[in-house]
């Protein structure tokens, strides 16, 4: 988190967690491409409304019907 987002901007957290044996070269937990410690940063999780976790790969999560119903679902929240 390089910048912080202004005050008063609320969000959500999503990220995908699938795809660990994917890629040669990252350890641990990751979507393929990036690893979650790198998606999850303390500072982000805590100022995120809430969290969203998927097992999903880097752009597979791009086609989630779970994603996409949940991603709906708080943007009709007020």
């Given at each position: 988190?390089?910048?912080?987002?202004?005050?008063?901007?609320?969000?959500?957290?999503?990220?995908?967690?699938?795809?660990?044996?994917?890629?040669?070269?990252?350890?641990?937990?990751?979507?393929?491409?990036?690893?979650?410690?790198?998606?999850?940063?303390?500072?982000?999780?805590?100022?995120?409304?809430?969290?969203?976790?998927y097992d999903?790969?880097?752009?597979?999560?791009?086609?989630?019907?779970?994603?996409?119903?949940?991603?709906?679902?708080?943007?009709?929240?007020?």
């Amino acid at each position: 988190m390089g910048h912080p987002l202004p005050p008063g901007v609320r969000y959500y957290l999503f990220f995908g967690f699938g795809g660990g044996g994917d890629s040669p070269f990252l350890r641990g937990a990751n979507d393929g491409v990036v690893a979650v410690a790198s998606e999850l940063d303390p500072r982000a999780q805590g100022a995120a409304i809430r969290m969203f976790g998927y097992d999903e790969t880097h752009t597979g999560i791009l086609n989630s019907e779970a994603v996409a119903a949940q991603l709906n679902a708080v943007l009709g929240t007020p």
